[in-house]
């Protein structure tokens, strides 16, 4: 089907950058309708971040992100990634990609995550 590996996390100071990346692989990699990040911060629910279909207009952020984060994707590679700056300890979580096959379905397909802390 589809396996999705995250990449990029890591210990930023508040005000940081990161840059996480997302590969897509297996069989229906490239029937891959929408991709996105969540995160997940310790004793808290997972939560959307960012998704996107193809290009810039098709993305969306959760309020807390605007402005910081950009999300991208790149159809021919399989990837996506997740540009984050002017990092926040609130923003440290679990962060994992996600990816569905169809503009109505679940996001069926997910990545192991990786860790992004802020912090001095």
């Known amino acids: 089907q589809v396996q999705l590996v995250e990449s990029g996390g890591g210990l930023v100071q508040p005000g940081g950058s990161l840059r996480l990346s997302c590969a897509a692989s297996?069989?229906?990699?490239?029937?891959?309708?929408?991709m996105a990040w969540f995160r997940q911060a310790p004793g808290k629910e997972r939560d959307f971040v960012a998704g996107i279909v193809q290009g810039p207009s098709s993305t969306k952020y959760t309020d807390s992100v605007k402005g910081r984060f950009t999300i991208a994707r790149d159809i021919r590679k399989n990837m996506v990634y997740l540009q984050m700056s002017g990092l926040k300890p609130e923003d440290t979580a679990a962060y994992s990609c996600?990816?569905?096959?169809?503009?109505?379905?679940?996001?069926?397909?997910w990545g192991p995550g990786t860790q992004v802390t802020v912090s001095s």
């Open positions: 297996g069989g229906r990699a490239s029937s891959i309708y929408a």
């Open positions: 996600a990816a569905k096959l169809y503009k109505d379905s679940d996001w069926h397909f």
